[in-house]
């Protein structure tokens, strides 16, 4: 017996006439990719409940899987404020602060190539330098 998490891909639709009597069908997605087709009456919970989407975890056995639990996750998804208020202003100095800093970083890859370029042979250990004195740069 293994527990398993899975996805909601098809909710319940209609009723399907079957050699059982009549059934309904909740199609989900375990999260190592197989796809499971659990069957149900008509009207049970939890099944006639589940929406696309909803993390569900099933029980697997010799004879297959079984819906255990349902909606691992029944709180609901919590909008996230922006930390910093996205007004104009603010993108304009983010824009400018990310252009004195790429300014910088260009000044130190220059700085970099006069000074090391005798020293290191290749064009990432130019790179390398350039980047710790930026950094070193953006810290004092």
């Not at 017996?1 to 639709?13: C, D, F, P, S, Y």
């Not at 149900?40 to 056995?61: F, R």
């Not at 020293?119 to 004092?140: C, G, K, N």
Request: proline content about 4%; charged content about 30%; hydrophobic content about 35%.
């Amino acid at each position: 017996m293994e527990l398993v998490e899975a996805r909601v891909k098809w909710q319940a639709g209609r009723v399907i006439e079957t050699t059982y009597g009549k059934r309904i069908n909740v199609v989900v997605s375990t999260l190592g990719g197989e796809e499971v087709t659990l069957w149900a009456n008509p009207g049970d919970e939890p099944y006639v409940s589940l929406k696309k989407g909803d993390l569900v975890q099933l029980v697997k056995d010799s004879k297959g899987y079984k819906l255990v639990q349902s909606k691992l996750s029944n709180a609901p998804e919590e909008k996230i404020e922006p930390e910093y208020p996205w007004t104009d202003g603010y993108k304009r100095s983010l824009v400018a602060k990310i252009d004195q800093h790429g300014d910088l970083l260009k000044h130190c890859l220059k700085i970099s190539k006069e000074k090391f370029t005798k020293l290191v042979d290749s064009e990432e250990s130019l790179r390398a330098l350039a980047t710790s004195l930026y950094i070193q740069a953006v810290r004092d």
